[in-house]
RNA sequence: GGUCCCAUCGUCUAGCGGUUAGGACACUGGCCUUUCACGUCGGUAACAGGGGUUCAAGUCCCCUUGGGAUCACCA
């Protein structure tokens, strides 16, 4: 295990969210790569917002994307100790005091500021204070060099510097003693000894003035890499109305876990001309150098696409269970005797996009009593079908060969002795055994049904249409 | 508004001074086919604009424009 170590720091205020698990995956495959550590930080500081059901979306979204963690999850509302500890050291270096600025006046003087065109940064009322006041809450302000300028190369976005008098005086510690994310994240990063930061574009504000604090910490400064914003379709952050943004979501509208994080490197990640990468593929190939420069559009088209493929590609058995839940939400139980799943998911796989496409194509293979599309019925269930119907079913029942080839063949005998076409036979047939006029391969049906089942719809079909006549 | 970042087809992107500017999604035409799909062959479609540097610029520099991020006792 190399000292490489990665993190992923999410706060626990929603979700798992697509901009977030992307974050992560970008953290996961470095550290895979490169045999370091990947940490998992929840970053609840701010506890009026945090919640235990989001800390549990959260690792459930992990999981189900197989991003397993190999440190953590640490939460900070653990460390708050930890962060005093420092708080004190800074103050007692002189590196930072005390303010006695309230919300409101702070506030007020923002507005002003900002009226008269002014910059909205803390004035520094308190910064040279030499007493202490007595039993007025106060806040802990970190002591920022009003000069310089302070630079990092950043691994994604290049060389970046800011001059140090646009950051003012943040507040490291609230009025009532809890700690503040800037301050926190960089006491745990340093003490966790993280040597990349991967986050995303949002932060890159931040980091100059953390930069600082590492600085007046003593602390080594680790990388950073900072990955583009993801966006909706008219080019704004990704939000609801762009449509589903939770990682989870997706998964209950039938996408797969490995289509999901296929299309999430793809955004804002490339390998030359390659579109699909296994996990294996992935860690192999990954570098922070691949990432791009600029925000990326979501696109569920594309990631649709994938999903088709991973469905299309995927293994059946491994398919047919996470089918399971799928099929029960439409009151099917496939038992032992029903159907072979793995069969029936055999016929559906290159047309199906989503497991719930999947659920809805397999439903018919289910019904004991297919319920026949009006239109369907209408044109192929007719008193002029009835004799082929009726003369293929006892064919059928003579039939030994009860692959798909061999109902092919059967199929095409049958056609040659009665002297008729495929199209004269085929759809009603189709509309027998599944009800509408779109299936999969009309043999591949009859072989996953089985001859007595067939023959059985096909009965059924013969008799709907004599008493219709 | 200040600061910072970004800019190749509608979208994701390849390109790292000399290319007919490539691939993928989407769209679209043909083929395959008993349906629907899949597959396959083809097509439409981009270097934001303007200045430089250079024999040569999508590639380097500057400006403009456009987009994004951030300016909390949120993270």
């Not at 993280?194 to 600085?215: A, F």
């Amino acid at each position: 295990m190399s000292d490489i170590r990665l993190r992923f720091a999410p706060s626990p205020t929603g979700y798992l969210h697509v901009g977030g698990a992307r974050t992560a995956l970008f953290n996961w495959l470095l550290a895979h790569k490169l045999g370091g550590t990947f940490i998992l930080r929840i970053e609840d500081t701010d506890v009026a917002r945090s919640t235990e059901e989001s800390v549990n979306a959260i690792l459930e979204g992990m999981q189900w994307l197989g991003l397993e963690w190999d440190e953590g999850p640490f939460f900070q509302s653990d460390l708050f100790p930890v962060y005093r500890e420092y708080v004190q050291k800074l103050l007692e270096e002189g590196k930072a005091y005390r303010c006695y600025c309230t919300a409101e006046e702070l506030e007020k003087k923002r507005e002003l500021a900002m009226a008269q065109g002014g910059k909205p940064k803390y004035d520094g009322t308190c910064r040279d204070l030499s007493e202490e006041i007595p039993g007025k809450p106060y806040v802990i302000r970190f002591r920022a060099p009003a000069v310089g300028v302070t630079a990092f190369d950043d691994l994604v976005k290049g060389q970046i510097s800011f001059n140090n008098e646009e950051l003012d005086d943040l507040i490291i510690q609230r009025s009532d003693g809890t700690p503040i994310y800037n301050f926190t994240v960089v006491i745990d990063d340093a003490t966790m000894k993280v040597s990349t930061v991967i986050r995303g574009d949002d932060h890159l504000s931040n980091t100059p003035r953390q930069i600082l604090l590492y600085e007046a910490l003593g602390f080594p400064v680790p990388r950073f890499a900072h990955v583009p914003m993801i966006l909706g379709s008219d080019k704004a952050r990704l939000s609801k109305r762009h449509g589903a943004t939770s990682v989870m979501a997706y998964r209950d509208m039938g996408y797969l876990p490995e289509a999901m994080i296929n299309y999430l490197v793809r955004l804002g990640w490339s390998h030359g001309d390659d579109e699909i990468f296994s996990r294996e593929e992935l860690v192999d190939k990954f570098t922070l150098e691949g990432i791009g420069k600029s925000a990326g559009v979501f696109n569920p088209d594309k990631l649709l696409w994938l999903n088709a493929h991973y469905i299309k590609n995927g293994d059946p058995a491994r398919l047919a269970q996470l089918l399971l839940p799928f099929l029960r939400e439409r009151g099917v139980e496939p038992a032992a005797n029903a159907p072979d799943l793995d069969g029936v998911i055999i016929t559906l796989q290159e047309r199906a996009r989503t497991m719930l496409e999947l659920a809805d194509g397999a439903l018919f293979y289910y019904q004991s009593e297919v319920v026949y599309d009006e239109q369907a019925a209408a044109k192929q269930l007719t008193a002029a079908q009835l004799p082929n119907l009726v003369s293929f079913a006892k064919q059928l029942a003579t039939g030994g060969d009860m692959t798909p080839a061999g109902i092919e063949i059967l199929f095409k005998e049958f056609c040659v002795t009665q002297g008729i076409k495929m199209g004269q036979i085929g759809p009603s047939v189709r509309v027998a055994l599944c009800g509408v006029t779109t299936s999969p391969a009309i043999y591949d049906v009859i072989a996953v049904l089985g001859k007595d089942e067939t023959i059985r719809r096909l009965e059924r079909a013969i008799d709907f249409i004599t008493a219709r006549a």
